[in-house]
């Protein structure tokens, strides 16, 4: 249980959350097969086959979110209402206009829907209530909304917000690059993407970051939107200027620690989600210090 993209979120207060009465609330909601005229269909499913809605390890819950989608390409859509459009024009003489040619697209949606493959994929999230974290492992923030939504709709009054900082990452970044420094507990690795007013954009991989082109950029007002670091030697990850953690690696020497403590699946699935969960409160930490603090709600 390896996160690999961090949506971080800020809950209100540190403190204790029952996994039995949080399954109950997620069990209203829970993942249906999609229906033969359903695009798409979201609920609630175990993170382990076959076990709770919520697992716990030393009071750290993992929720998943399951989602079904019927594939329709549009160009399948697009292909078939072409088809019927050009019967409708032989047999009555006539050309289909705009209007009806949409309700055509329509029509020939839901006749496809029933026959089209279904994708599933699942999202995950840490809900850490002694430190006040909820983190999804998410690339995109969308998906992590789309769990988040779907979380306040299922646990009445549950509150969490996107984490912000004293200092914006993208001013914090620059920072460092431009100095040649990382913060405390940090070190800058090899990727970088810096960011123009205009839009353009410069990127630079498995480059190193102290040459003179690099700070002439940042000179003429470029900023970094992306940076690669490794934490305390433990995590490696690229910051972006939203505050994600993308491309998370914890490092073979942490994982190692684990690896020859037992050979049950479940028992090591709990391992690693424990080790994770426990690097991670740590790194949010001196991250927090780093961008100087947290912003006040």
Not at 89 to 114: C, D, H, S, Y
């Given at each position: 249980m390896w996160f690999?993209?961090?949506?971080?979120?800020?809950?209100?207060?540190?403190?204790?959350?029952?996994?039995?009465?949080?399954?109950?609330?997620?069990?209203?909601?829970?993942?249906?097969?999609?229906?033969?005229?359903?695009?798409?269909?979201?609920?609630?499913?175990?993170?382990?086959?076959?076990?709770?809605?919520?697992?716990?390890?030393?009071?750290?819950?993992?929720?998943?979110?399951?989602?079904?989608?019927?594939?329709?390409?549009?160009?399948?859509?697009?292909?078939?209402?072409?088809?019927?459009?050009?019967?409708?024009?032989?047999?009555?003489?006539?050309?289909?206009?705009?209007?009806?040619?949409?309700?055509?697209?329509?029509?020939?949606?839901?006749?496809?829907?029933?026959?089209?493959?279904?994708?599933?994929?699942?999202?995950?999230?840490?809900?850490?209530?002694?430190?006040?974290?909820?983190?999804?492992?998410?690339?995109?923030?969308?998906?992590?909304?789309?769990?988040?939504?779907?979380?306040?709709?299922?646990?009445?009054?549950?509150?969490?917000?996107?984490?912000?900082?004293?200092?914006?990452?993208?001013?914090?970044?620059?920072?460092?690059?431009?100095?040649?420094e990382a913060p405390g507990g940090f070190t800058l690795d090899q990727d970088l993407e810096l960011r123009s007013a205009e839009d353009a954009k410069v990127r630079y991989v498995k480059h190193a970051l102290e040459g003179e082109e690099i700070r002439r950029h940042i000179a003429d007002g470029k900023t970094a939107t992306r940076l690669a670091m490794t934490w305390s030697d433990r995590v490696s990850f690229v910051l972006t200027e939203d505050l994600q953690l993308k491309r998370l690696a914890f490092l073979d020497l942490l994982k190692e620690q684990n690896e020859n403590q037992s050979d049950d699946a479940d028992e090591r699935f709990d391992l690693d989600f424990a080790l994770m969960a426990g690097e991670l409160a740590r790194l949010f930490d001196d991250l927090l210090a780093a961008l100087g603090g947290e912003q006040a709600a």
């Open positions: 690999k993209n961090l949506c971080i979120y800020r809950l209100p207060a540190a403190g204790r959350i029952d996994p039995a009465a949080l399954a109950a609330q997620l069990a209203q909601r829970t993942l249906q097969s999609c229906g033969a005229s359903d695009a798409q269909s979201i609920g609630w499913v175990p993170p382990r086959d076959g076990g709770d809605l919520v697992h716990a390890v030393n009071h750290q819950l993992l929720v998943a979110l399951g989602a079904e989608q019927k594939l329709l390409p549009a160009s399948v859509v697009n292909q078939f209402a072409r088809e019927r459009a050009a019967e409708i024009a032989e047999a009555e003489g006539r050309k289909v206009g705009r209007k009806e040619m949409r309700e055509i697209r329509e029509q020939m949606t839901l006749e496809l829907l029933p026959r089209a493959f279904v994708r599933r994929r699942t999202t995950f999230a840490w809900i850490d209530p002694v430190h006040g974290w909820l983190v999804v492992d998410a690339a995109a923030i969308g998906k992590a909304e789309e769990l988040l939504e779907l979380l306040r709709k299922s646990v009445d009054g549950f509150a969490a917000r996107l984490l912000k900082t004293g200092q914006s990452p993208a001013a914090a970044m620059t920072g460092w690059v431009a100095s040649g």
